[in-house]
């Protein structure tokens, strides 16, 4: 990739002058796709960001929000963080690296918050599982992720894993992280100013990972495997474990007035962002940089996205106590600069000067005769990038396309099918108990870690649903959002806020732009709908291969708060009745289809769900059930639908007894109308009660003790025990042990 004729036509413009080699390359890097948001940007501003909670929203490296007091319900002074990022290009090239990598880009976004990594949380979307590829896939992004988070010691507790032909040539890795702060330790990335010093700390710079922006900004091709594999950066979790714990000495020190971690474009992306945040600029020395290779260059220096660095902006009185906590933590530290009113300039000393810039003249070099490599504004060079303006098809209905499946094939197959299906060998190879503050760990609705600094539990949800977005791009993405919600209360917690992860294909195709727009739309939609903010996020297009377009996934990540840490189980217990809120299709026996499994499995299509009519009243309401001490046991009625809920329900101990209105067996069991919870109560009255007027309740049943699932539906009766369930369940653990 180069930069575009017209674009260098704007820089010439600007500079009045040709730009050198370097100021060309970083133009290329931070006007593509995947810094400049140039396709997408236009679109945001349908996220509604702002909310009492929020304190710093999108723009930095992640968002903070302020907890709740448990006992006034004001905002207290203990704060987190909450970012995401993809990984997706790297990821297929190099799964290993390529996810842990991603792991460590979203945790350096943390640090820079003046926050402490807490959580984790990975959404992840392959091919078919069936595909030899795909398990390759998803054996090494799992490898990726569980070896670097085990080895920062952060514990991966939420996320969710899908399965869908069209990510066969384009695997997605998107990856949140959650962090922990307060208001005395708050960072931001906006320098603060002039004088101050510009102090690199962490790894030495090496070459992995040149040109790894304006990568992430193109469609796959048929090599990539091969010819993009310097694109893709090599991590070292160790070294991150250090600058983890150095960054905290740093910051209750109070010697960064500033930070940005080095993730797209190096050192040349974080340090004129970090600049012209503050509408400042730059001078930096690149061969002050410390290196790992001998003879870089300044284009290699200034662009390399070597892992484990991070830019502080630093009092020139704290230098000396900086560079003495990153030797004890055996972290290299070069004060390669300072901050200025200036421009944003970087000059360079050696041999090599020649290969990263134009000859050297009389303007373009310093006072000291070393060779300006760049020389450029810093806001132009963030925010000058001209947005696109492209044309979007609106997507086509689903036509009504339904199976004859008998229901006791269906049954196992869906429940056994890979999206469905227990996802325990992938969250088995994290560690998350690691911090000891997992409440509820992964594999639940959503997970909850313990924040005793404010008594408070914060659930953690993140996902998204490519069966949704490509039967329905704006009510699936509007779904997407109501399920992770959902997931959150079923915990008992409330949502704060949320963070978006949008992965589209290649925007230059009016159907696919088409799609993106609707899923930013929907999105957008349902959080302003739930009084979610979205307070930050990140955009991946130019998923494309040789294999077509992936499906428009709007990736969530929510989190929530309760007082305290405690949350109802998934699983009965072996007592108590089983209701059913916020299934409107038994109300009316019009069980709509589309974006189902059960579809995906048996080839069909039909309309989407409508959704329920009052979602943020049943979200409230889900919480505070959840909450009462008469409920048992919740779970949310999301992917497979209701048989799959209620499989999941099921142990060896305790077993269901249920019965479902209506005419229409295999909707009632099958459809995935998101807001619809299962709740295990002593007191079904007070459920009722509780949801009147706000979403309608069916009671199903009782629990049993004898470990079995026995549904009546229609003229049907199907049963099956907990050990056939969780042989149905183990497929991906079948499969790939």
Not at 76 to 97: R, W
Not at 637 to 650: C, F, K, Q, R, S
Request: with cysteine.
């Amino acid at each position: 990739m180069s930069l575009a004729d017209s674009d260098r036509e704007l820089v010439v413009e600007e500079l009045e002058r040709e730009p050198t080699p370097a100021e060309a390359a970083l133009f290329e890097n931070l006007w593509s796709e995947h810094c400049a948001y140039r396709s997408s940007r236009p679109l945001l501003s349908a996220f509604d960001s702002e909310g009492e909670r929020v304190v710093v929203g999108p723009g930095d490296d992640a968002a903070v929000v302020a907890l709740p007091d448990p006992e006034t319900g004001e905002n207290s002074d203990t704060y987190v963080t909450l970012g995401i990022e993809s990984h997706n290009h790297p990821s297929y090239v190099d799964p290993f690296d390529g996810a842990a990598t991603g792991v460590g880009g979203i945790v350096r976004d943390t640090l820079s918050m003046g926050a402490y990594p807490i959580a984790l949380a990975d959404s992840l979307y392959f091919g078919s599982f069936d595909r030899e590829h795909s398990k390759y896939l998803l054996e090494g992004v799992v490898e990726g992720i569980s070896h670097y988070g085990n080895c920062i010691g952060v514990p991966t507790v939420a996320g969710s894993v899908d399965f869908h032909p069209d990510y066969e040539g384009n695997p997605l890795v998107n990856v949140a992280c959650v962090g922990l702060t307060d208001a005395d330790r708050l960072v931001t990335a906006e320098a603060q100013e002039p004088g101050n010093k510009l102090v690199l700390v962490g790894n030495a710079t090496g070459r992995d990972g040149l040109g790894g922006a304006s990568f992430a900004s193109e469609d796959l091709a048929e090599d990539a495997e091969t010819e993009d594999r310097p694109a893709v950066q090599v991590g070292d979790p160790y070294a991150e474990k250090l600058l983890i714990e150095a960054n905290e000495v740093l910051v209750d020190e109070n010697l960064i007035e500033s930070a940005r971690d080095l993730g797209a474009a190096g050192l040349g992306g974080a340090s004129s962002e970090l600049v012209a945040k503050g509408g400042l600029g730059a001078h930096i020395e690149l061969d002050r940089v410390h290196q790992r290779e001998p003879n870089m260059n300044a284009l290699e220096i200034l662009l390399a996205e070597s892992q484990e660095r991070m830019c502080y902006e630093v009092a020139p009185e704290n230098v000396d106590r900086v560079r003495e906590v990153a030797e004890r933590f055996d972290l290299g530290c070069s004060v390669i600069g300072e901050v200025t009113d200036g421009n944003y300039t970087c000059t360079f000393e050696g041999s090599e000067a020649r290969n990263a810039s134009d000859e050297p003249s009389e303007e373009r070099s310093d006072s000291r005769g070393r060779e300006t490599v760049v020389d450029v504004d810093a806001h132009f060079l963030g925010e000058g990038a001209p947005m696109n303006d492209l044309p979007a098809e609106e997507p086509d209905a689903p036509e009504t396309d339904l199976p004859d499946v008998d229901l006791e094939d269906a049954l196992e197959t869906v429940v056994s099918s890979p999206s469905a299906a227990s996802k325990r060998w992938i969250y088995r190879q994290y560690d998350h108990e690691v911090g000891v503050r997992t409440s509820v760990g992964p594999g639940d609705d959503a997970a909850v870690i313990a924040v005793r600094e404010a008594d408070t539990g914060v659930a953690i949800s993140s996902g998204a649903a490519p069966n949704w977005t490509d039967a329905a791009p704006y009510e699936g993405a509007r779904a997407v959002a109501l399920e992770n919600a959902t997931n959150i209360a079923a915990t008992g917690a409330t949502p704060l806020a949320a963070v978006d992860c949008l992965n589209g294909g290649n925007p230059e195709k009016p159907d696919v732009y088409g799609g993106f727009r609707a899923i930013v739309d929907g999105l957008a939609e349902m959080c302003e709908t739930l009084s979610t903010p979205v307070v930050g996020g990140n955009v991946s297009l130019y998923n494309d291969s040789v294999a077509g377009p992936i499906p428009p996934t709007p990736t969530l990540a929510v989190v929530g708060a309760k007082a305290g840490y405690d949350a109802p189980p998934l699983s009965v217990e072996p007592e108590g009745e089983l209701v059913l809120v916020g299934d409107r299709a038994l109300e009316s026996d019009d069980a709509r289809l589309g974006g189902s499994e059960y579809l995906a499995r048996f080839s069909g299509s039909d309309r989407f769900p409508a959704l329920p009519e009052e979602p943020a009243a049943l979200i409230e309401t889900l919480a505070a059930v959840a909450d009462d001490d008469s409920t048992l046991a919740v779970h949310d009625v999301g992917h497979g639908g209701l048989a799959v809920a209620l499989a999941e329900m099921v142990t060896p101990d305790a077993g269901l007894e249920a019965s479902i209105p209506g005419d229409d067996p295999a909707g009632a069991l099958f459809h995935e109308q998101p807001g619809r919870a299962l709740i295990q109560t002593d007191d079904p009255e007070s459920v009722r009660e509780a949801f009147d007027g706000v979403a309608p309740v069916t009671e199903l049943g009782r629990a049993t003790d004898e470990g079995r699932l026995e549904i009546d539906v229609g003229d049907d009766r199907l049963e099956v025990d907990a050990a056939t369930i969780a042989d149905w369940r183990a497929t991906i653990e079948r499969e790939l042990d």
